[in-house]
């Protein structure tokens, strides 16, 4: 390789290089992040819509509703990419379908506004962050309530049958929310305590604006195209 195709190739590197740093977007990073229980067992807060008694074929199925939010804020606006609790499913396989969502706030409850809905699926006996995934979630500075439901229908054998799906979230999450909030007979109650204490997940990112680059970035990349440009001539 001759000195002039390597000082070429080097420069090339370079724009590519600078480049790179002006245009890579930044990664997702955490919002929330409450930590969770140290305890391994698959116990604690019940979401389910319909609470089991008795065993089959003689069972007992009642209408619950037991669900669980809680409330955060955001300081700026957010792209949302995953919303996630820290759960775990201990009712049989053929169960298995829950919703997370968000509200807006009413105070020391959700309000009837939905910002994102959306279904998904626990591992059965085994705790582990589970939610909404790949998101793009655009949402204001404001307050808002993350709420972990079950849906009241589920299709099973292309039937649909009453959801009988069932998780549960440990409470004593390291840096929990502040505010709580839980459904009871379909409407939202404060939790007065503020000892429900689950653990939630949001990650996302501030709006991708196109960095300006800094003077001295683009003096070395203007050099880099008149060094290129200079190469070219000689080797003509």
Known sequence: MSVSQRDVTIVTALVLAVGLMVSSPARASFIVDTG??????????????????GFEPNLTITPSNSWVAAEFTLDAQYVIT??????????????NL?????????????????YLSGDFTVGYQELAWN???GLDLTLDAGTYWVAFEVPG???????????????????????PLGNDAWLYKGEWLPDSGD?????????????SIAPVPEPGTMMLLGMGFMGLVGFTRRKR
């Open 36 to 53: 969770h229980s140290s305890s391994t067992s698959v116990s604690g807060l019940v979401l389910e819509a319909y609470r089991v008694y």
């Open 82 to 95: 995953d919303v996630l609790g820290w759960m775990g499913r201990d009712r049989r396989p053929e169960y």
């Open 98 to 114: 829950f919703s997370l969502k968000i509200y807006g706030d009413g105070g020391d409850v959700p309000n009837a506004t939905e």
């Open 131 to 133: 939610g909404l995934t």
């Open 153 to 175: 229908q589920i299709l099973i054998d292309n039937v649909l049958t009453a959801n009988l799906s069932r998780a549960v979230m440990p409470t004593r999450a390291p840096d």
């Open 195 to 207: 000892n429900l204490d689950f653990g939630v997940r949001i990650l996302g990112d501030t709006p």
